[in-house]
């Protein structure tokens, strides 16, 4: 079975507000989930630009928005999150409504933002991946090339997208070192 990915408002962003979504289209087609949390943050009417391009993913069926019901095990989750119950810093919404969702459907949480979801991936127990991760299984599917790779990345960071290094090309080279 493949799961789903819950992204939250950073991580997907990174992709909408350069405007290509190839790249997750032919990662995570269906598999792509927006918590509700997440689109209403994209439904700011300053950025709508960023909307319709996230409802241009839903309407092709490559993306979905899942609700946070009340009275469920996500919600308590989240609501815990937001609220910062049990001694815990509070979180974005966004955040929350991946965390909870990627924790409650056995998802995988597509974040940036580690430093609010550290605590929780460990918590939970979650899968997680970011962009540079996205951007990294691509090149290894031949779906991009370390060229490609570098030229959205550097749109990213023109959008003052948060990476976590200069390049994508210094990206790969830190994961190589890393995991020999």
């Not at 992204?7 to 989930?33: E, H, P």
């Not at 509700?36 to 839903?58: F, G």
């Not at 550290?118 to 090339?145: M, S, V």
């Not at 749109?155 to 190589?176: D, N």
């Amino acid at each position: 079975m493949t799961e789903d990915l819950f992204f939250d408002t950073d991580c997907l962003s990174a992709f909408l507000w350069i405007g290509d979504t190839n790249v997750l289209q032919k990662l995570y087609a269906g598999r792509i989930i927006f918590p509700e949390p997440v689109y209403l943050e994209l439904s700011n009417p300053c950025i709508s630009h960023i909307k319709k391009r996230a409802d241009d993913l839903i309407a092709s069926n490559l993306a979905a928005v899942q609700e946070i019901q009340a009275d469920t095990e996500e919600y308590k989750i989240y609501q815990s999150l937001v609220n910062g119950e049990k001694g815990c810093k509070n979180i974005g919404h966004g955040e929350a409504g991946g965390i909870a969702l990627a924790k409650t459907y056995q998802g995988t949480l597509a974040s940036n933002n580690y430093r609010d979801i550290a605590p929780y991936i460990q918590q939970y127990k979650l899968k997680h991946i970011d962009t540079g991760h996205i951007l990294l299984e691509a090149l290894k599917k031949n779906i991009i090339t370390e060229k490609d790779g570098n030229r959205l990345w550097k749109q990213m960071l023109s959008k003052r997208r948060r990476l976590p290094a200069g390049s994508f090309s210094e990206y790969l080279h830190s994961q190589l070192s890393f995991s020999s």
